[in-house]
Each structure stands twice: as C-alpha cells, then as structure tokens.
C-alpha cells in the first residue's frame, strides 16, 4: 500500500509541518522541493521556483554550495561530533569564536552556541536573569520586546514576540514580558509628526513603560534592526541611539537580535552597526551557516562576561547547555560560509543587489492605488498593500490579501512570503541573486497584486 503512495501523500499521511494550517495542508497537501541551485528551487514535477526569500530569510550563499559540501563531508570524516560540556573542546568551534569576536560590534567576549534563534534568545534571557542574580538584584528580570517583533517559538522566545498569530492557544506570553510600540511610521506616526517627534515618541513610551513596571524589575530589551517578520519594519536611524539613552539611564541592557540581519542582510556584517546600536547581547543563526546546517549563538559583552564568570563562585557549574552546542559540523560550517561571505564579496553584492530590489519594487509598486508603502534595507524589502492610500485604511485582514499575492505569485513561479502582522510581502533573496533574477521577482508580484486585485473588485 505505502509502496504506491506518492511522498505528497505520504508527507500529507504523517508529517507535522511548523507554521501551517492544519485543514487546509490536508486539502491542498505540501509543494514538495528536491533540489535548490543559486537562488531557484525545483519541485517533484520539475518545476523551477525563484526563491525570493532564501528560504526563510537564511541561505545567502545560495542553494548548492559545493565548498560547503566538501567542508561537511570533510568534517564528518575528521570528527562528526563531540560535546562540549565540562571544558571539552573542538578546533572549528574555538576559531568560529574567535573570528565572531573579531567581527562583532562593541566589545563582545564570548560565544555560547545553539541550534536555532529560538533557543538563542532563550539563553539570552537566561543570561541576562542570571547576570542580575549574580549581581544580587533578584527583582530585575522583566523584558522589554516590541509589536511586531519576531523571536522565536519558544516558551521564551515566543513570549517575546509582538505578534498575536504567536501567542493564541499557547497561553503566552508569559507574564515578565511586556511591550512598546513598533517603529512602523506608516502606521505609528501622527498626520505631520516628524521623524525627531515619532522617534521621541516612542523613547519617552519606552521610559513610561520602565518607570511604570519599576526599573529595579526591568532586565533587558529586546530588538531586532529591522523586524523581518513583523513586516520589514526599518527603524528611522535616530531610533537606537534614543532608545538606548533610555536604556542606559535605567541599566537595562539591549540584547541586538540579529538572526536576520547578521552577516551581511543589511550590507555590513551586522544590522547594530547599521542602526548605532552597541548591544549588550547579540543573537544570531539563520546566516552564520546560510543554514546548510543548524547554529545559533549567543555574543555576550566584556561587561557581562564579568560578572557571568564571576557567577561560578555563587553557583558552581554554568548548568545550561546543549547537547548539540557548539557541534564541530556546524562550526566548520559556519568557517566555509564566512570565507565564501568575505572571499566573494557578497556583503558589498547584497548591498547592490537591495538597491536594484528597491528600485524594482518601487517602479512596479509605488504608484499602486492599492500599496501603502514599499520599504526595506539592504537586501529585505517589503510591499505593504491596504484598501486606500488616502486615507490610509487597511484591507479587512480576512480578506488575507497579502498571502493572495503570495499564492499567485507561486503559480508564476516566484516564492515571496506574506507576513503575519500586516498585509505585506518580503522580498530578502539569496545574496548570489542576479540582478535579472530581481527584475523578474519584482514583475511577478506586480502581476500577481494586478491579478489579485481584478478578483477583489
Ligand atoms: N529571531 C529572528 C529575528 C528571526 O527572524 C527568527 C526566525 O525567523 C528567530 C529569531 C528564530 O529563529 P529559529 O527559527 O531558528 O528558531
């Protein structure tokens, strides 16, 4: 019997998919992909795909990589695993270390590695209660995150999200997370405010919120440099530094979420650097091995550190790890893709590349009477599309306008992604995309939106 199944029915059959819908996987079934090259995928008829999203925002070298392959199969030969609790080491991981340091923006420290961005910024968390227990302020645990924001999934991670879709049937957030507003003007800014007045806007909200809540209780804040999944939010660039006065006034510490923006998204190695900020903490995943294989880690400052190491006299052992921290495939991974990163150029390539994004998506968007906004940084863009520009009013959400496009957009053979908090699709391509490759991205979402919009009237 399972012999004649085809693996959409099999996959439909047993297969428990993140992020979907239950019901409607059992009608439509999966889209099965068996082969990625560059930036095109092909499915199991043949069919070729542009990925417009690197997967989920993460393989920028491409699909394919041969040095890549070589590297694993090299280091699987060498030394497939080994942990690293109690002081045991491996070669890859201690020169990934090293070389993240030597990267970093501010004064980082020391790595401690995971497996994906939800489990890092769950150690963040556990790092930043365990710096003010070994600093004797047992109150000071509450964390500041922001709508939109997307962190994880998590019991941590996914309380620190500021989108609903994240929390409904999970009973979170938990309670010691609590939020301020996003940096979205389109829809955070008063008719005529300024950029200076929105921005102090949100600062003073953010001191409200600290005094409110008591700052003897507030930990850290958490922020991504543009929120990716909450819609390609691009703070305005006076944002960080006023944010992080406030921060510094009441010693909560900043932990930099950098698993979209890292290594290169943004045009330079990391969006803090982009967006003046100097974390305390800095997350990253996704492009440290354009996820050829898992890895995330956790970047602590020099002042953390201190008083972290310093934390063995109270309590021992650090007793938090994993099984697979620090695992010397993914380190040796991670190598090979920051050499080809560097080697190649392809931080300054993504950088070109998001300015011919832009001016595509703005040649075919940004005079559409059904676009709110086109917006994006470096290689991530965004079309945000709404019911009216004048006034501005958003499309009834049931009307899921956004993943329409999207769905078109498949059957023409580019794969965009809807986001969740808003009607908007993301653009954040592989950074070996040609520029060709982008012309054709942008033009089929046009028709797409153009095809969408004949049936919504
Ligand atoms: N942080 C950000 C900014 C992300 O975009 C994501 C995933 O998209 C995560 C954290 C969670 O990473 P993971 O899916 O590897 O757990």
Redesign the pocket.
Known sequence: MQARMTIEDIDKEFFFHPFTHVREHERVGPLTIVEGHGSTLTDTRGRAYLDAMAG??CVNIGYGNAEMAETLRDQTERLAYYHTFASMGNEPVARLAQRLIAMAPGSMSKVFFGN???DA?DTQVKLVWYYNNVLGRPEKKKIISRDRG????TVM?GSLCGLPNMHAGFDLPLPMVHFVRAPHRLWEAEPGQSEEEFVQGLADELERLILAEGPDTVAAFIA?PVQ??GGVIVPPKSYFPAIQEVLRKYDVLLIA?E??CGFGRLGQNFGSEVFGMTPDLI?V??GITSAYIPL?ACLVSESVWDVIASGSDKYGVFSHGYTYSAHPLAAAAAMTNLDIIERDGLIPQAKARGERLAERLRAEFGDHPLVGEVRGDGLLGAVEFVRSTDPLTAFDPALKVAPAVVRRSRELGVISRALPAADTIAFSPPFVVTEAEIDEMAAVARRALDDVAAELR
């Open positions: 989920l925002w994906s961005g939800s910024n997307y962190h994880g999934v991670s991504e990716a999944a979420d698993v979209v997350t995943a996704k995330s």
